[in-house]
């Protein structure tokens, strides 16, 4: 028997996680709706995945332990930031695309 795995708002899922990503992301001035962060629970922690560009077909996901979860370490720091830097880049490339002639 199979158990149908549910993937939910990482809001939700994990609130310590959000807070340290909203916090990263402050830092490189985005906002938490620039960025789709879901999250899945799975036997030995959750796997985070953070959709952003301005269609969110990127993607970048880890997988995080529940120790990390209840306490975000230096790992859980690195992936938001290479997130952050990321959706950053992208964010700044489609808006030189769109206001380009």
Known sequence: MKILLEE??????????YTKMVEIFSTYHLHPYDVHATSLKVENGYEVSLKFSTDFSQSITQHFTFNQVAEP???????????????????????????KP
């Open 73 to 99: 370490d230096e790992g859980v720091t690195h992936f938001f930031e290479r997130a952050a830097d990321q959706c950053k880049s992208l964010l700044i490339a489609d808006y030189y695309k769109m206001i």
């Open 8 to 17: 939910k708002l990482l809001r939700y899922a994990a609130p310590e996680l």
